[in-house]
């Protein structure tokens, strides 16, 4: 009788979830959308609807592309699937809807989640009691559910509700991604005010990085932008070292992930020599990120060393012009901004003498450079370290 009743759940499942489109919206931090629908319409196989809006993407797939899409994008924050949409105007017509889910097709009965809710010009604006309605229509289906109310990302919270309630306009979806996807799957330390991996990878594509080019990282810290520079010099998927939530859903078939994977791990290169050269005037980070690059198998792409960025020849890096990208020290770091302003003119003035023709990327504050030193000068706004920067590229001229 088991054998059965799991036969039709199975068929349930396939017919209503793994079996037919979905509509998907991958959500960017501020500035990033751009370069986030450049990389999905690399990734998704011709995808029915593939548009931005408010923020992030939207596009309609079936499951295997929102498994792609969460191990291949470098841009994006997580990966939401949309399960329904409805209106309500007071919580007996959201109760009526809620109830109607099968969230037995996209919810296991141990699960464990947390559910998130905003709203804007809603008449059903109270959070806790919409937040509360969800979890008694979701206790409709099984017993024991049981619902966490921490925000953030935790051990124990796999799953993830989102509910937005726009005039009186609800949008319910399930997150398929779990922790945010800046978490790649390697750090194993932290660094001093690191630079999250997808605004790192943004700054990257931004300054247009070829891995055919030297990437010179001279004030490396923990390492963030080597590493992603080395993940896109060897084409490997920025998810392929870490899980997602979509592991735990109903309709999770973990032989279709595996194709995944093994047909990433196809394309994935090795490197002749280093390209990337990463130092740092701290020899605790040096240390420690070089030893990260060794336990990672990195060493082909990335070489690190003790070095003063002040004191760098870039002839005696690279035999050719390339890429230098900064994240100076800033703000409180330094104690004061006129130290911070010290530190910027001496980076400005060390860029413009040693670096000439190479293309540069520097996170700074807002309205900081000498434009007669650099050619195509562009700016991008980023919000990093609790303080609006920006970041610039260019070329020395």
Known sequence: MKTIVNSAFSKRVKRRVSGR?????????????????????SILDAPKTLEKVS?????????????????????????????????????RQLEK????????????????????????????????????????????????????????????????IFVRAVDDRFTISLD????????????????????????????LKWSGYRPDRPLL?????????????????????????????FMEWPAFRPRQWDYLKRSSEKSIQQMVK??????????????????????????DAIKTECKDFFSISP???ADRTGLV????????????PERSHQVYEAIIEKLAGDFTGWDFALIAPPQYLKKHHFKNIRSYPLFHGGLKMQVLTGRVS
């Open 274 to 299: 280093p390209s990337i050269f990463a130092s740092d005037q701290d020899p605790e980070s040096v240390r420690r990120f070089g030893a990260f690059v060794e336990k990672n198998r990195l060493t």
């Open 217 to 245: 990282d001279p004030m490396c810290g923990s390492g963030t932008f080597s590493i992603e520079a080395a993940l896109m010099a060897k084409q490997i998927p920025a998810g392929f070292f870490r899980p997602f939530a």
């Open 315 to 317: 002839k005696e890096v």
């Open 97 to 160: 809807n809620l109830l109607k889910q099968s969230w037995e097709l996209y919810l296991k009965q141990d699960s464990t989640f947390h559910i998130n809710v905003a709203t804007r010009h809603s008449r059903l604006f109270h959070k806790t009691a919409v937040a509360e309605k969800v979890q008694q229509s979701i206790a409709e289906r099984w017993t024991g559910a049981a619902m966490d109310s921490r925000e953030g990302d935790h051990p124990g919270i796999r799953q993830k």
């Open 176 to 203: 398929s991604s779990g922790a945010h996807l800046h978490k790649r799957g390697l750090r194993t330390y932290p660094g001093s005010a690191p630079i999250r991996e997808t605004l790192a990878a943004s700054v």
């Open 21 to 41: 489109d979905h509509r998907f919206f991958v959500n960017t931090a501020p500035g990033l959308s751009k370069l986030c629908l450049s990389e999905l319409e």
């Open 55 to 91: 923020g992030g993407i939207e596009f309609s797939g079936r499951l295997t592309d929102c498994f792609a899409t969460n191990l291949n994008l470098r841009t994006a924050s997580r990966v939401l699937m949309r399960i329904t949409t409805f209106k309500a105007t007071n919580f």
């Open 325 to 336: 990208v900064l994240n100076p020290p800033y703000g409180h770091r330094l104690g004061n």
